[in-house]
């Protein structure tokens, strides 16, 4: 049996975080071409900065394979945050391209603040979800009937897939391909990337510093 | 006293590995603008590809800030690995940039097969070094007087600091950060990505994988 390659649909939009999306893209990019292909998707098609390059001349921008309306329908769906979170709660066709692409996607999974954008979205609507420590006020203050989880590295609820900050992301996409492809796959992806899987969840390291992180953006 | 932000230079080639550069991007951003800069330095202007979007339609590409030619000095240069060493080992270009920033930068940091490219342009003659575990062999078969430390997470010989495999640059660039600005700001660092660091130097978690991951290649 060759089954078609997973289709991974990173999305970028202004002020995304850098490691919330190469962190796990490149988990899934430890499993070959033959078995999964990456598509970065953004508004339009010109390169999109990460957080580190907002308001400044330089630092790390990405190219967009495809558009919102241009892109295919994913396998799954990559929703990186940052603090470029805040203004992209407020366009109109981000929201609609997740929604979209929540109803086919296979996953659909997020880092940091990312779960706010599915949350606004409308996607989590009664489905338990976590988000970022240092911003974990910002998710709760969402108006949508999501059960926030505190004390967990990633929550998979259903096909979604939500993490902590940052990090916690590429814990999450080994989780993923653990689902998608078996505990071995990720095994193998974790050692070929020489990361030592933190595989528990329901376990979060971050949590006890979760005053601590919000004084430094309050 | 208010020092200049650290000007902090991501090298990028064809076939660069994503995590490689933005694992420890992603640690020098979280220093905030006013201690840290990023600049992304290519040989020429055009976006280049990530390893996983080598001869394929889709996928990773990064936009470099400026040129080899017109790159200033930095502070620290970052050099990623990736199966676009092997190439890039032929480049004079980029053989010729790293000699001349070498000279001048405070740092020069190398994840995975990055150091057998600075093994290759001769700065590593006379140091130890480390290097990716799955290709660990190539480093050693590289003609250069250079000591290969096979048991290392990272090595820090002057300024020189070179990781092992892939995750492994997220824990040096910590390690960078504690040496430029103090450990309590690699710890906060740590602490804001919510990142797990393995701080011990010596202790490879993946050394022991060699003859396994030498496998998956060869």
Redesign the interface.
């Known amino acids: 049996m060759t089954d078609a390659p997973l289709t991974v649909g ?1 999305l970028v939009y202004p002020g995304f ?3 919330d ?3 796990p ?2 988990m899934f ?1 430890m499993l070959g ?1 033959e078995r999964a ?4 998707i953004g508004e339009g098609s010109a ?1 999109v900065p ?4 907002m308001d ?8 967009p ?2 558009t919102f309306d241009s892109a295919p329908g994913v396998d799954v769906l990559l929703v990186p945050g940052g603090f470029g979170t805040l203004p992209a709660l407020e366009n109109d066709a981000l929201l609609n391209f997740i929604q979209r692409q929540a109803e086919t996607a296979r996953i659909v999974a997020s880092v940091c603040t990312g779960s706010v954008l599915l949350a606004r979205a409308g996607v989590l609507n009664g489905r338990r979800a976590t988000s ?3 911003l974990f006020a910002r998710a709760t203050a969402e108006q949508a009937p999501v059960t926030w989880v505190e004390n967990a590295r990633w929550v998979e609820d259903s096909k979604f897939f939500t993490s ?5 992301g ?1 814990d999450m996409a080994l989780a993923v391909i653990a689902h998608l492809l078996g505990e071995e796959a990720a095994e193998r992806t974790a ?6 899987w ?1 595989r528990d969840a329901n376990s979060d ?2 949590v006890s ?1 979760l005053n ?2 919000a004084d ?1 953006v309050s």
Do not use: W
């Open positions: 990173g975080e850098m490691l999306l190469f962190g893209l490149e990019s071409p292909r990456i598509l970065i390169a990460s957080a580190m390059a400044l001349t330089s630092g790390p921008k990405v190219q394979d495809c970022n420590k240092q902590s900050g940052v990090s916690a590429m050692t070929a990337a020489e990361y030592t933190h390291p971050f510093h601590e992180l430094l």
